[in-house]
């Protein structure tokens, strides 16, 4: 067994490969076909290569994942025993049994405890249920287990953060994300878990800071970026730069001839439905996005893009779009087999979040609070983490606003007050209801509030 288990670690090549995932670097592609020549017997680089379209949370990319374990079980007459099970793992992911890859998962690594690659795809798997615990406790053992001389440990340190901060464990997410952040100032990850944190903390200004300080980390030749800077953009939002954000978007997620990749499309949809809740006029950037969108969807394999794409459909005014994806979602659960983890997210989760961001656009508040007020503590059901989910929270006090009785919106913000007193966008929300119910007074020291954490 543990000649098996050292199958991922026996050469330093390897673990370039796997820096370069952690490190979401561009570079990858050259890693695993430096891999693929210097070990042709060895089906490792395919099995990497197989989790990169999976990793995409796209149809297409993750069918073709399902023809590469094929091929790569038809092709190589020797597969270790953790290969196996990896390929086990894509063939499951790829056929939209999420659940099942995780459970795959967990088998690995309680078999092998030191698989990196096991860690880094469940790891992701994990986000991509929005499973908090297991962000954590995954990687938990790992941190235990591995040495903290190893040249993973600090990649293994930024996965631990975002896990701790997912699961509310902000200080101790600082301190490990930082600790991991002085081995890699690249480890775009690490960094992640740590604006993360100060998101969920009210500290836009120690964000900024930080994103600053590393800038010249995580503004390279990765993946990840558009992400860390649509984090950016929410810290800004918090501030009321609206021109740093516009500037943002522009220029890093949705700048002109970008590829089409969902994951980086549903960070433009959600800071354009934000600016949108806000009132906010974003010129044709929903129409551009609308039809990047178009050209993106395939069949229904992630809910949470979906609810994205949505987004950008009601943005645009296209609701003849937002109403046919609606529908396909709602034909996906009924045809769909249910081993298929989407089908029951959506079922439970993303439909009637589609269907509150349509009646969102069409000015229906009650039927959107029809819609997400029973389901508000269990979104994380369909993935993401709570910074990406707020979104749907936002929407739900938007709309509890529209409605002539107060007393839901009042209640809901002042619960988000309690959790994030320093964020101006609660103590505007409770503004606009105190002005609503007649108290020009309590609403001028709610925006004094929201005021006093601006600079
Ligand atoms: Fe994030």
């Known amino acids: 067994m543990v000649g098996d288990e050292i199958f991922l670690r026996d050469g330093a090549l390897l673990d370039s490969a796997m820096k370069s995932m952690f490190e979401f670097s561009y570079d990858i592609d050259d890693r695993l076909k430096q891999l693929e020549l210097e070990r042709p017997v060895s089906p490792l680089s395919r099995i990497l290569n197989a989790y990169l379209a999976v990793l995409s949370s796209e149809y297409s990319p993750s069918r073709s994942a399902l023809e590469e374990v094929h091929s790569i079980r038809e092709t190589f007459t020797s597969i270790s025993i953790p290969e196996r099970a990896h390929l086990d793992v894509i063939e499951a992911w790829g056929s939209g049994e999420f659940n099942r890859a995780q459970r795959l998962l967990d088998a690995l690594l309680i078999q092998f405890p030191k698989d990196i690659l096991a860690l880094f795809v469940g790891h992701q798997l994990d986000f991509f249920l929005g499973d908090a615990q297991s962000l954590r406790d995954r990687v938990g053992s ?53 604006v993360h944190s100060h998101e969920m903390r009210a500290e836009f200004y120690d964000g900024l800071d930080l994103l600053k300080n590393y800038e010249s980390g995580w503004t390279g030749s990765n993946f990840f970026k558009p992400h860390n800077y649509w984090h950016k953009c929410l810290y800004l939002l918090e501030i009321g730069d609206i021109e740093g954000i516009l500037g943002i978007y522009d220029s890093m997620i949705n700048p002109p001839g970008a590829g089409i990749v969902a994951l980086t499309l549903l960070d433009a949809s959600a800071i354009l439905w934000r600016l949108f809740l806000d009132s906010v ?165 709610a925006g004094s509030m929201g005021d006093s954490f601006v600079r």
């Open 142 to 194: 790992a941190v235990t287990e591995f040495d903290r001389s190893d040249p993973m440990y600090g990649y293994l340190l930024g996965m631990f953060a975002f896990g701790l901060e997912e699961c509310g464990w902000y200080e101790r997410a600082l301190e490990v994300g930082h600790e991991a952040l002085d081995r890699a100032a690249t480890d775009v990850w690490a960094l992640h878990a740590v």
């Open 281 to 445: 006029d974003v010129g044709d950037r929903f129409e551009k996005l609308c039809s990047a969108w178009e050209e993106c969807l395939d069949e229904p394999f992630y809910v949470f893009n979906d609810c994205h794409a949505i987004m950008a459909f009601v943005g645009a005014g296209r609701f003849d779009l937002a109403d046919k994806q609606v529908d396909i979602l709602r034909n996906s659960i009924a045809t769909s087999d249910l081993r298929r983890s989407n089908a029951v997210m959506t079922s439970a989760i993303g439909l009637p979040v589609a269907e509150a961001i349509v009646a969102f656009g069409r000015g229906d508040h009650r039927q959107v609070i029809e819609k997400l007020y029973p389901i508000r503590k269990e979104f994380y059901r369909f993935g993401g983490s709570h910074a990406q989910r707020d979104v749907f929270h936002r929407t739900l006090v938007e709309s509890a606003i529209c409605l002539p009785d107060l007393s839901l919106a009042a209640n809901l913000v002042d619960q988000r007050i309690a959790l994030k007193e320093g964020s101006p966008y609660n103590w505007f929300a409770k503004r606009r209801i105190l002005m609503k119910l007649g108290d020009p007074n309590q609403a001028l020291l």
